[in-house]
């Protein structure tokens, strides 16, 4: 229930005018428009309420785009009007005296009612176009496979690709030299083309560069700490089964497993 205040005190300060206007039309009318008090605009869906002086609602109705409405009392005698809108302050006014067969025109102003809203925070995440062509993002979702990202990349000081390869499950490293590594998948059942390497049941994986083949895999060495540093990459893929390896990087170098590195 709103607070109805003394015509007489909010009849200039608020911005209601009233303008008696006989016509022909049966019941009693209030009819008028609702603007916005600074910018003197329509306001379109605000609600014009008339009550009885007891303050009870007895009917109401929307404005129009052009902030117009018309209203019908019950019977003629004496109401109070109330002008809501959201984003604005409430206006009762009153009372209005309505006659039989009279139409009385009222314009209202409404404050701006400025209103806090909660802090909306959007983060963005910056996506590498080629990744985005390439299926990366989707793979990622598939639950098939490790992937190590920028974020996972930056945790740790590695200074070769094959130190951040070591955090991946069934990924066996080998050195090669002058600090080098090579990974090597444990390959299922053993495959006796390797054992004379010293290598047991392991195997070479596949690698891809930003989608393009890099080293065919199986017996050939990978040579992945000379593809890029740490640094230079953001984000690698590593199926170390067969089973899940995607079709793009398939084929008959890829049964022991595929790594696919991302660059910046």
């Not at 916005?36 to 009870?56: N, Q």
């Not at 230079?232 to 008959?252: C, H, K, N």
Request: overall charge negative; charged content about 20%; some cysteine.
């Amino acid at each position: 229930m709103f607070e109805p205040r003394p015509l007489a005190t909010s009849l200039w300060g608020s911005g209601l005018l009233f303008f008696c206007l006989a016509t022909s039309a049966a019941g009693q009318t209030l009819a008028g428009r609702l603007l916005d008090g600074s910018a003197g605009t329509p306001i379109a869906l605000g609600r014009v309420t008339l009550a009885d002086m007891e303050g009870h609602p007895l009917v109401f109705t929307l404005t129009d785009k052009d902030g117009a409405f018309l209203l019908t009392a019950p019977e003629a005698g004496d109401y109070w009007v109330n002008a809501q809108s959201l984003f604005y302050w409430d206006f009762a006014d009153g009372p209005v005296s309505l006659s039989p067969a009279d139409t009385l025109l009222v314009e209202f102003r409404l404050t701006p009612n400025p209103t806090l809203l909660e802090e909306l925070v959007v983060r963005g995440e910056r996506r590498p176009l080629r990744m985005v062509a390439g299926g990366y993002y989707e793979r990622e979702k598939s639950g098939l496979g490790w992937y190590l990202d920028r974020e996972k990349i930056e945790r740790h000081a590695f200074r070769r690709i094959s130190d951040v390869l070591f955090t991946v499950p069934g990924v066996r490293l080998y050195e090669t030299g002058f600090g080098d590594k090579e990974p090597m998948f444990v390959r299922a059942g053993g495959w006796g083309s390797l054992l004379n390497r010293g290598y047991g049941s392991s195997c070479f994986p596949r690698v891809f560069l930003d989608g393009m083949l890099w080293s065919w895999g199986e017996q050939v060495p990978t040579d992945i700490d000379r593809l890029l540093h740490p640094d230079e990459v953001e984000a690698i893929e590593v199926y170390t089964s067969p089973m899940e390896v995607p079709g793009q990087f398939g084929g008959l170098g890829a049964r022991c497993g595929v790594i696919a590195v991302w660059s910046r």
